[in-house]
């Protein structure tokens, strides 16, 4: 099996997990965000000790802590997350619109519809985080699909 296939399964897989236990999913991705967030800040702080450097780190080592700990008290923040999931996806979508494949054209076609409606929903996600699980396990499974099939 080469490795496209194999990353396209275990896209897969991930994908029908983000759907099958979006609770789960959600706090993986709260936990992976937070840790993202709280090692960019470490980062920055000892790329350059300068008073921006220190606080834009401090800044993110907090915000990556709320992510990590307390994700229940700040639900808003899931909102972010659905705007920052849709950003990311609609990025990923127009870079995979100049793959090589037709296959993988059409995949990054769906995955920037998704990142769209990610965008949007947004602010639907403050009472309900788990739309953004749904919404990355199906572009998880579509990109999946796409890496198995070349």
Known sequence: MESNQISG??????????????????AFLSI???????????????????AVNIIVGILAILV??????NITALSFIFGLQFYIIGIIMIIAGI???????QF????????????IISFALGGLSIDQP???AALIGVAL?????????E
């Not at 029908?16 to 959600?26: A, N, Q």
């Not at 992976?32 to 300068?50: D, N, P, R, Y």
């Not at 870079?95 to 494949?101: A, K």
């Open 141 to 149: 499974i579509v990109q999946g699909v796409r890496l198995y099939m």
């Open 64 to 69: 990556g802590l709320v992510f990590i700990f």
């Open 130 to 132: 788990l739309f953004a």
């Open 104 to 115: 993988g054209k059409i995949a990054s076609i769906l995955i920037i519809i998704l990142g």
């Open 32 to 50: 992976f965000i937070g840790l993202s967030l709280v090692f960019f800040g470490i980062a920055f702080i000892l790329s350059e000790f300068s």
């Open 95 to 101: 870079v995979g619109i100049f793959s090589d494949t």
């Open 9 to 26: 399964l275990l896209s897969i897989i991930l994908g029908l997990i983000f759907i099958i236990c979006p609770i789960f999913s959600t």
